[in-house]
């Protein structure tokens, strides 16, 4: 890619992420939430791999690590309902509701979009380098 | 008691997510867990029908973080979800254990048990949920994974077969979706029970039968009724044995036939209008199919074929909306599961040994693998309804089930489709397992311990099957005779538990 | 009413795509505008004439919200749309390695 785009690339690519990690945050209080998130954290290395190629992105998150943060995401949000067993039942939400409209509030929700976040985000990623890895052998073969 | 339901769908999510990130790294950790994993499911849902058949109203309701219904998701077990999901339990079970030496030829085994422990989670979830959005999203869940597994081989012929399987799995979940949507807009609520209720005061003379025909096209294509049978003879030859087996044997029934007969009998109410296009279809695929397997070389493409033909007899069971067809119908269902998962192992077995399916190929087996000659034996005379095992009394049950309501035309369909049947299923015994074995085949041995045990289980449940008549088993039967025919009362009695 | 019609419209071009297409990557497409169709069509149920978007804010006394299940749900499906898409675009590119084309009628290994 050209100097324009890489430059810009690395100027904009930390914002996107951010900004992909407060929408998981802020989940339960505005619009967003964990997948909206997920899939602005995985745009944000897919912006990386298109600007500086495969590689780079790959050094960030290997494909191994991006299947293996998938299963603890998928884990955690199971683990988040499991939690309500605690409370005698399934999904129960037993944790502290707090004030409406705080960062902390709302319960085991902020949990659970963390978890999707993590799985969609390592998710969606892990989809584009394997279509990736799959276009690049075929090239080769 | 009630708090188990949850754990039909947590144990399989748990252990697909646990297998997939612990796989790579311990050996033999996926085999251990897959197998541990259907054990547990199958021993709670043993435990849960022989519970639900000793309390009174024969159900329960489970409400998801405590949220009453409507408002929450509720997830409902009775008579007909369990016995739905003791078939479901079984079978998965023996083809887990099967698949522990079978998937040795193939690589990446911790991925096949991923996915298979997906499906039985979509599966599992389709049959306790109690909401109608629920159900579509078990729906694609399963759906998403039964692709996957077609592809799993990824030769040529395999990924044709799950790219035509995909699209038109897809297209049947669009019409389904569609469906929901208006049903939504129609009643305000998703629950199944209370779209019963509100279904049974406000009338409309338009809505229904369209809603009706767009859950028909989608259900009955995952159910591969004949019209919409196209991409079955494909998708089921084409994946590995053991997931044939688990396709042929539950999945379409628990995606079609299941979702067919609780969104026709339980929420939208099953007119006559409807019973006669379920038997109209039963009947055409029970036909078309049954001709289709007789020109047929390749086994597991033949064994496909038949799937279609009786899935058709159980829908013409079920179609004829009297008590004695439905209990034909369902019980058809429940030996079908077990017989033709048993021919699709049996098939397994033979491409394992010889790297061929074609009957051409294939003669004199029953010398070198005689486990694989009598079990398959067993299963062939079950589907082809020989007396003594369970094959012949579901299919004497459906025959005299349509004699009795006078349906005399659809009876000499049934018995036609039987006698072909057993036709193509002696060119099986005679080209396969019968004859002068071949010089090439004379070293073979039969096949390891595991593939062995399930497939002598499966033939022990095919001979023993007809005891499911008999009284102490006949109650499970019952149950879920009685909770089809509870028809729309459906939403009381739901609501009636919801209240204790 | 015209905006359902225009939803049957675009349901009716995706379904074109799939069925008379013969490149897999358009039969895609078409899978991907039927089912964009169909989360339309379920949003447009929940809507209401003058309403606004269900999102609760400090200090506001909201009435007269759209319905907001159909848009959770339409989420959902979304979600669903995307693993069927991923999933039959990447048997597309293997089947493109085993036969060199991408041409439906070319695809022919399977008969009987």
């Given at each position: 890619m050209s100097l324009i785009v890489k430059t810009i690339t690395r100027l904009t690519v930390g914002l996107i992420l951010l900004f992909g990690i407060y929408i998981i945050l802020h989940g339960h209080l505005s619009p967003g939430g964990g997948f909206a998130g997920g899939v602005i954290v995985a745009l944000s290395f897919v912006h990386l791999m298109l600007a500086f190629g495969k590689d780079t992105a790959v050094a960030k998150i290997s494909s191994n690590l991006a299947s293996n943060l998938e299963s603890i995401g998928a884990l955690m949000f199971l683990g988040v309902a499991l939690l309500g067993f605690l409370g005698g039942s399934f999904f129960l939400n037993i944790l502290g509701k707090g004030q409406?409209?705080?960062?902390?509030?709302?319960?085991?929700i902020p949990l659970s979009n963390i978890a999707i976040g993590i799985k969609v985000g390592v998710g969606l990623f892990a989809i584009f380098l394997a279509l990736v890895i799959l276009e690049k052998s075929k090239k080769e073969g | 008691m009630v708090n188990i339901i949850p754990f039909f769908v947590i144990i399989p999510l748990g252990t697909a997510f646990l297998i997939s990130l612990l796989g790579k790294y311990v050996r033999h950790f996926a085999g251990i867990a897959i197998s541990l994993s259907s054990a547990v499911v199958l021993a709670l849902s043993i435990s849960c029908a022989v519970y639900l058949s000793s309390t009174a109203d024969k159900i329960l309701v489970y409400k998801i973080g405590g949220w009453v219904p409507p408002f929450g998701i509720s997830l409902v077990l009775d008579g007909l979800s369990i016995f739905m999901l003791v078939m479901v339990s079984l079978v998965s079970f023996f083809v887990a254990v099967y698949s522990l030496s079978y998937m040795e030829r193939y690589t990446d085994k911790p991925k096949f048990f991923t996915l298979f422990s997906l499906m039985v989670c979509g599966m599992n979830g389709i049959i306790i949920t109690g909401d109608l959005f629920n159900l579509f999203v078990f729906l694609e869940i399963a759906s998403i994974a039964s692709y996957a597994l077609v592809a799993f081989g990824t030769e040529a012929e395999e990924l044709e077969a799950s790219f035509k399987y995909a699209i038109m799995g897809s297209v049947a979940s669009c019409f389904i979706f569609i469906g929901i949507a208006f049903l939504y807009g129609f009643t305000s609520t998703l629950n199944m029970a209370d779209i019963a209720r509100v279904l049974s005061v406000k009338h409309s003379s338009y809505v229904l039968p369209f809603v009706g025909t767009l859950f028909l096209m989608g259900f009955g294509l995952k159910a591969a009724l004949v019209p919409f049978h196209a991409w079955l003879a494909d998708a089921h030859p084409s994946a590995p044995a053991s997931i044939s087996a688990m396709l042929s044997g539950i999945l379409i029934k628990t995606l079609g036939v299941y979702a067919l007969i609780r969104v026709f009998f339980s929420i939208i109410g099953s007119t006559q209008a409807y019973l006669s296009v379920l038997m109209f279809l039963g009947t055409a695929s029970l036909l078309v199919a049954v001709i289709l397997a007789?020109?047929?070389?390749d086994l597991k493409r033949l064994l496909a074929y038949h799937s279609i033909s009786q899935i058709g007899y159980v829908v013409l069971g079920i179609g004829l909306g009297t008590p004695l067809g439905i209990l034909g119908g369902l019980f058809h269902l429940f030996n079908h599961s077990i017989f033709k998962s048993l021919l699709f192992l049996n098939s397994g077995a033979i491409d394992y040994c010889l790297g061929t399916r074609d009957l051409k190929e294939t003669s004199g087996l029953a010398k070198i693998m005689p486990v694989t000659a009598k079990t398959n034996l067993i299963a062939s005379m079950s589907i082809a309804g020989i007396p003594p095992f369970n094959g012949f009394f579901s299919k004497l049950i459906i025959i005299f089930a349509c004699i009795q309501s006078g349906h005399l035309g659809y009876g000499l369909c049934a018995v036609i489709g039987s006698i072909l049947t057993l036709a193509s299923f002696m060119k099986v015994q005679k080209y396969a397992f019968l004859g002068r074995l071949k010089d090439k085949f004379k070293n073979i041995k039969e096949v390891p311990a595991a593939m062995r045990l399930s497939m002598l289980a499966l033939a022990f449940i095919c001979v023993f099957g007809g005891i499911m008549l008999l009284m102490p088993f006949r109650v499970f039967l019952d149950d879920a005779v009685q909770a089809v025919l509870r028809g729309t009362h459906y939403s009381s009695v739901v609501f009636e538990a919801v209240g204790k | 009413m015209s905006l359902y019609l225009l939803c049957l419209l675009l349901f009716c071009v995706g379904f074109y795509g799939i069925l008379r297409k013969r490149n897999l990557v358009k039969m895609i497409i078409g899978l991907g505008i039927m089912e964009y169709s169909m989360n339309l069509f379920f949003v447009l149920l929940g809507y209401r004439m003058q309403g606004r978007s269900p999102i609760e804010a400090m200090d506001q006394n909201v009435?007269?919200?759209?319905?907001?299940l159909p848009q959770a749900l339409v989420l959902t499906s979304i979600i669903i749309g995307l693993g069927v898409t991923a999933l039959v675009i990447s048997i597309a590119i293997r089947i493109y390695d085993k036969y060199g084309t991408f041409d439906i009628t070319k695809i022919n290994k399977l008969r009987g």
């Amino acid at each position: 890619m050209s100097l324009i785009v890489k430059t810009i690339t690395r100027l904009t690519v930390g914002l996107i992420l951010l900004f992909g990690i407060y929408i998981i945050l802020h989940g339960h209080l505005s619009p967003g939430g964990g997948f909206a998130g997920g899939v602005i954290v995985a745009l944000s290395f897919v912006h990386l791999m298109l600007a500086f190629g495969k590689d780079t992105a790959v050094a960030k998150i290997s494909s191994n690590l991006a299947s293996n943060l998938e299963s603890i995401g998928a884990l955690m949000f199971l683990g988040v309902a499991l939690l309500g067993f605690l409370g005698g039942s399934f999904f129960l939400n037993i944790l502290g509701k707090g004030q409406s409209f705080k960062l902390f509030s709302a319960g085991s929700i902020p949990l659970s979009n963390i978890a999707i976040g993590i799985k969609v985000g390592v998710g969606l990623f892990a989809i584009f380098l394997a279509l990736v890895i799959l276009e690049k052998s075929k090239k080769e073969g | 008691m009630v708090n188990i339901i949850p754990f039909f769908v947590i144990i399989p999510l748990g252990t697909a997510f646990l297998i997939s990130l612990l796989g790579k790294y311990v050996r033999h950790f996926a085999g251990i867990a897959i197998s541990l994993s259907s054990a547990v499911v199958l021993a709670l849902s043993i435990s849960c029908a022989v519970y639900l058949s000793s309390t009174a109203d024969k159900i329960l309701v489970y409400k998801i973080g405590g949220w009453v219904p409507p408002f929450g998701i509720s997830l409902v077990l009775d008579g007909l979800s369990i016995f739905m999901l003791v078939m479901v339990s079984l079978v998965s079970f023996f083809v887990a254990v099967y698949s522990l030496s079978y998937m040795e030829r193939y690589t990446d085994k911790p991925k096949f048990f991923t996915l298979f422990s997906l499906m039985v989670c979509g599966m599992n979830g389709i049959i306790i949920t109690g909401d109608l959005f629920n159900l579509f999203v078990f729906l694609e869940i399963a759906s998403i994974a039964s692709y996957a597994l077609v592809a799993f081989g990824t030769e040529a012929e395999e990924l044709e077969a799950s790219f035509k399987y995909a699209i038109m799995g897809s297209v049947a979940s669009c019409f389904i979706f569609i469906g929901i949507a208006f049903l939504y807009g129609f009643t305000s609520t998703l629950n199944m029970a209370d779209i019963a209720r509100v279904l049974s005061v406000k009338h409309s003379s338009y809505v229904l039968p369209f809603v009706g025909t767009l859950f028909l096209m989608g259900f009955g294509l995952k159910a591969a009724l004949v019209p919409f049978h196209a991409w079955l003879a494909d998708a089921h030859p084409s994946a590995p044995a053991s997931i044939s087996a688990m396709l042929s044997g539950i999945l379409i029934k628990t995606l079609g036939v299941y979702a067919l007969i609780r969104v026709f009998f339980s929420i939208i109410g099953s007119t006559q209008a409807y019973l006669s296009v379920l038997m109209f279809l039963g009947t055409a695929s029970l036909l078309v199919a049954v001709i289709l397997a007789l020109s047929q070389w390749d086994l597991k493409r033949l064994l496909a074929y038949h799937s279609i033909s009786q899935i058709g007899y159980v829908v013409l069971g079920i179609g004829l909306g009297t008590p004695l067809g439905i209990l034909g119908g369902l019980f058809h269902l429940f030996n079908h599961s077990i017989f033709k998962s048993l021919l699709f192992l049996n098939s397994g077995a033979i491409d394992y040994c010889l790297g061929t399916r074609d009957l051409k190929e294939t003669s004199g087996l029953a010398k070198i693998m005689p486990v694989t000659a009598k079990t398959n034996l067993i299963a062939s005379m079950s589907i082809a309804g020989i007396p003594p095992f369970n094959g012949f009394f579901s299919k004497l049950i459906i025959i005299f089930a349509c004699i009795q309501s006078g349906h005399l035309g659809y009876g000499l369909c049934a018995v036609i489709g039987s006698i072909l049947t057993l036709a193509s299923f002696m060119k099986v015994q005679k080209y396969a397992f019968l004859g002068r074995l071949k010089d090439k085949f004379k070293n073979i041995k039969e096949v390891p311990a595991a593939m062995r045990l399930s497939m002598l289980a499966l033939a022990f449940i095919c001979v023993f099957g007809g005891i499911m008549l008999l009284m102490p088993f006949r109650v499970f039967l019952d149950d879920a005779v009685q909770a089809v025919l509870r028809g729309t009362h459906y939403s009381s009695v739901v609501f009636e538990a919801v209240g204790k | 009413m015209s905006l359902y019609l225009l939803c049957l419209l675009l349901f009716c071009v995706g379904f074109y795509g799939i069925l008379r297409k013969r490149n897999l990557v358009k039969m895609i497409i078409g899978l991907g505008i039927m089912e964009y169709s169909m989360n339309l069509f379920f949003v447009l149920l929940g809507y209401r004439m003058q309403g606004r978007s269900p999102i609760e804010a400090m200090d506001q006394n909201v009435l007269n919200m759209v319905d907001p299940l159909p848009q959770a749900l339409v989420l959902t499906s979304i979600i669903i749309g995307l693993g069927v898409t991923a999933l039959v675009i990447s048997i597309a590119i293997r089947i493109y390695d085993k036969y060199g084309t991408f041409d439906i009628t070319k695809i022919n290994k399977l008969r009987g």
